[in-house]
């Protein structure tokens, strides 16, 4: 063989490694893509779990504690904050915020989170969980406090205008 066909081999035989190793890269590539997803979603049912329990815990505690249905349709005052009520409240919005933690890290789809902004709306529409929320919205994180004086913002306007809806049926 002379010079030139074993450079032309040479030259081959590296075109060829390289188009394996580029094939190698692509193959580590897409199994690195589906680990990431399987991890991604292993995350998403931890996370549900986690926010389930905590969900089954608070529901658990109004079961002991019927009190809090009726409680929570009195006025917040500060010397509440330390009652069970209190401590019950900061315990739910914590749980909502975690909720809105995991949805804002795309762990949770909008249809998801829209069924869990209606368990925030059905909370904050009780007087005592108002009250509480406007004293203590200071300890969440600003996304937070935008979706909850959103959710009260926009039922402020539904009572606004069921308000007016019956004052003008009324008139008639």
Sequence with gaps: MDKDSIQSIGIITSMLLGVIAIGFNIWQMRMLAKQLELSRRQAIVSTSAAIASRLDDLNQLKFEHPE?????FEEYTPES????LGVFSHM????YEQ???QYNNKL???????VW???????LRKP????????????????FVQVIDEILENEMLNEQNNTNTQLTSGAQ
């Design 92 to 95: 739910r919005l914590n749980l």
């Design 99 to 101: 909720v809105y933690i």
């Design 68 to 72: 809090f249905s009726n409680e929570m």
């Design 108 to 114: 949770m789809d909008d249809s998801e989170f829209s």
């Design 128 to 143: 005592y969980y108002r009250g509480h929320w406007q004293a203590n919205k200071g300890y969440y994180g600003l996304g």
């Design 117 to 123: 902004k209606n368990y925030m709306k059905w909370g």
């Design 81 to 84: 904050e330390a009652s069970r």
